[in-house]
């Protein structure tokens, strides 16, 4: 399948990336009611596929019933599909490009991208992240404090896996594999970095300035 994605000012496409937990899944949000973004997710975009009556989603739903890993060409072939289904020309892709046969891939589909670049320190990220709370019913989390989940009334709870030693292993594992492609892309000119260590209202303009109101999107 050809795919040829428009010119950056035309289609926005933003690559969100960094460690859990910076703020991604929150602005994500505000773009696509503010400003009429698509959010795509790759965890959820593999659901999506696997349900499909199709060669690709019979193929992804074999490898989720095996609790295998999504081989490179497979990923690739999930990033070609996903983006050319689009018809809006404002996407976010979240967790799609982490490492360096991800960017390979991407870059094969579009070098027409932007990624956005969430600077968080390992160490906040670890706060953050073991006194978040999680909706069980929904799989929804919430920050530190947070006791009832507030579109639901439901009672949040720990996820099992937010102890120190499984966020240290998903943090580092980040910061090995993620934190050199932002490094090399950086260098292509490629990275918006935005302050993720302010409040939520303070990260959400200085995305505005950096992608909305720079590129009249």
């Known amino acids: 399948m050809d795919f040829l994605v428009n010119n950056y000012f035309k289609r926005m496409i933003l690559v969100f990336t960094w460690i859990q937990w910076c703020g991604k899944w929150t602005q994500a949000r505000f773009l696509v009611e503010q400003h009429g973004f698509t959010l795509l997710e790759m965890g959820q975009e593999l659901r999506n596929i696997s349900m499909e009556d199709t060669p690709l989603g019979k193929k992804v739903k074999e490898i989720i019933d095996a609790w295998n890993l999504v081989t490179p060409d497979i990923v690739e072939e999930i990033m070609k599909e996903v983006i050319w289904r689009q018809t809006n020309d404002n996407l976010i892709l979240d967790g799609f490009v982490r490492n360096q046969g991800n960017k390979d891939s ?49 009672k949040l709870i720990k996820r099992k896996d937010d102890n120190e030693k499984s966020i240290l292993t998903r943090i580092n594992n980040f910061v090995k594999t993620t934190l050199p492609i932002v490094e090399i892309q950086k260098k292509e000119w490629k990275v918006l970095e935005v302050n993720a260590n302010q409040s939520i209202e303070a990260v959400f303009q200085d995305i505005e300035k950096l992608v909305i109101k720079k590129n009249n999107c």
């Open 106 to 154: 991407i870059e094969r589909i579009t070098t027409d991208y932007k990624v956005l670049f969430f600077n968080l320190s390992k160490e906040k990220a670890i706060e953050r992240l073991l006194g978040r709370m999680y909706n069980p019913n929904t799989g929804e989390t919430f920050p530190s404090g947070t006791k009832i989940d507030p579109k639901t009334w439901d």
